[in-house]
Nanobody
Framework: EVRLVESGGGLVQAGGSLRLSCAAS????????IAWFRQAPGKEREGVSC???????EYADSVKGRFTISSDSAKKTVYLQMNDLKPEDTAVYYC????????????WGQGTQVTVSA
């Protein structure tokens, strides 16, 4: 079982930055892909970014060039650096984990709120 704990959310003005953290309690951290998702009120959950077991990264088009995902294997923590935040980035952000070969993300954190004011 993978336990994920997010932190780092908050209220920021448009153009500002936040860094989210996802701490994973898992034995073989290197075997997992970790992703960030977000869900805004009244909208479907969407994928934001992912870092795979080979350290390759993926980003949604809406955040490319503004968000950066990174991983610290010693701390078993994945970060999402969010720069140039926009009001449309307002959402609850969740991190999720899956073993590299798995089809779906089966472990989820509790979420952290990010609010960007205009």
């Amino acid at each position: 079982e993978v336990r994920l704990v997010e932190s780092g959310g908050g209220l920021v003005q448009a153009g500002g930055s936040l860094r989210l953290s996802c701490a994973a309690s898992v034995f073989m951290f290197a075997e997992y892909a970790i992703a960030w998702f977000r869900q805004a009120p009244g909208k479907e959950r969407e994928g934001v970014s992912c870092i795979n077991d080979d350290d390759s990264t993926e980003y949604a088009d809406s955040v490319k060039g503004r968000f950066t995902i990174s991983s610290d294997s010693a701390k078993k923590t994945v970060y999402l650096q969010m720069n140039d935040l926009k009001p449309e980035d307002t959402a609850v952000y969740y991190c999720a984990a899956k073993r590299a070969a798995a089809a779906d993300f089966g472990s989820w954190g509790q979420g952290t709120q990010v609010t960007v004011s205009a």
